[in-house]
């Protein structure tokens, strides 16, 4: 059974830095597009970033630009967000995926989901 597990969510003022970790488990993604989502109250849910197979590409979302970076580890089966300069804004409930089946890296079409892991930010 696949699973992804994501930690490092919290609490964190304005400008502060929080770094989120999603663990895989069930099988390998190391030749899989991974990303990030998020969903904030209210709204839909939205790209955050994604990261190719290698690592040598990645995209992220115009309103973290800058700030949020994303990595993965293929030998540990791990993808990280590192975030910084936090706003408001960023509160969010963030989702780790995995396995991306289309050509749209900004897209959400893929295949394994984690539960979310909340990430608020005060002002």
């Known amino acids: 059974q696949v699973q992804l597990v994501e930690s490092g969510g919290g609490l964190a003022q304005a400008g502060g830095s929080l770094r989120l970790s999603c663990a895989a488990s069930g099988r390998t993604f190391n030749s899989s597009t991974m990303g990030w989502f998020r969903r904030a109250p209210g709204k839909e849910r939205e790209f955050v970033a994604a990261?190719?197979?290698?690592?040598?590409?990645?995209y992220d979302q115009d309103s973290v630009k800058g700030r949020f970076t994303i990595s993965r580890d293929n030998a540990k089966n791990t993808v990280s967000l590192q975030m910084t300069s936090l706003k408001p804004e960023d509160t969010a409930v963030y989702y780790c995926?995995?396995?991306?089946?289309?050509?749209?890296?900004?897209?959400?079409?893929?295949?394994?989901w984690g539960q979310g892991t909340q990430v608020t930010v005060s002002s």
């Open positions: 990261i190719s197979w290698s690592g040598a590409s990645t």
């Open positions: 995926a995995a396995e991306l089946r289309s050509w749209n890296p900004r897209g959400d079409a893929y295949a394994y």
